[in-house]
């Protein structure tokens, strides 16, 4: 299996909802990583999880929460999002730092 | 934070010629890759030079990489159709468990 899968694809809540974003990889790396997209930017990187544990946060609002259940799950937890929140939001994985990552399909998120 | 700088923003060409984007980039790096991402979804890796090296090619891809000008360049050749997307440059400039993305290149690839 060399595919990082996330769900759902697609994704509309009120901003008092909670819900959550979630990125599955089987190729045993050791790295997981949630960027965010907006239209015709780059991706701007929010969380690392490196070995499970929590290795770099990017400043990220804390409306914004990352889970890392095991070694191949990364979930992204959403709490009162602004409309401004609106995104493509992807999930990598790779090997180790520095090496090619390997990119989901993302999860296109419209906040109301 | 850092980042690549893409030149040229947007592209458009016939389909058949040659497509030939550039990336700068502000600090020493380990190594620099290209993605590639159509529209709406995931990035594609498509390359990753290291910094000892000066050339690399994978199919239709040439990717070069200057360090003394810190700098780098993708070259599609034979453009087709399909290579219509967005090409970002992505670099290591920080060292730690982060890659860091330029502002990325349309390309258009015209029939």
């Known amino acids: 299996d060399t595919e990082v899968t996330q769900t759902p694809k697609h994704l509309v809540m009120g901003m008092t909802n909670k819900k959550s974003l979630k990125c599955e990889q089987h190729?045993?790396?050791?790295?997981m990583y949630w960027y965010k997209q907006k239209a015709k930017k780059p991706p701007e990187l929010m969380f690392v999880?490196?070995?499970?544990?929590?290795?770099i946060n990017e400043s990220v609002p804390s409306r914004f929460s990352p889970e890392c259940p095991n070694s191949s799950l990364l979930n992204l937890h959403l709490h009162a999002l602004q409309p401004e929140d609106s995104a493509l939001y992807l999930c990598?994985?790779?090997?180790?730092?520095?090496?090619?990552?390997?990119f989901g399909p993302g999860t296109r998120l419209l906040v109301l | 934070s850092q980042q690549g700088e893409e030149d040229p923003q947007a592209l458009s060409i016939q389909e058949g010629e040659n497509a030939t984007m550039n990336c700068s980039y502000k600090t020493s790096i380990n190594n620099l890759q290209w993605y590639r991402q159509n529209s709406g979804r995931g990035l594609v890796h498509l390359i990753l030079i290291r910094s000892n090296e000066r050339e690399k090619h994978s199919g239709r891809l040439r990717v070069t990489l200057d360090t003394s000008k810190k700098s780098s360049s993708l070259l599609i050749t034979a453009s087709r159709a399909a290579d219509t997307a967005s090409y970002f440059c992505?670099?290591?400039?920080?060292?730690?468990?982060?890659?860091?993305f330029g502002k990325g290149t349309r390309l258009h690839i015209l029939p």
């Open positions: 190729m045993g790396h050791r790295a």
């Open positions: 992505a670099t290591d400039e920080n060292r730690d468990d982060k890659i860091i």
């Open positions: 999880y490196s070995y499970e544990k929590l290795s």
């Open positions: 990598a994985s790779s090997p180790g730092s520095e090496e090619t990552q390997y």
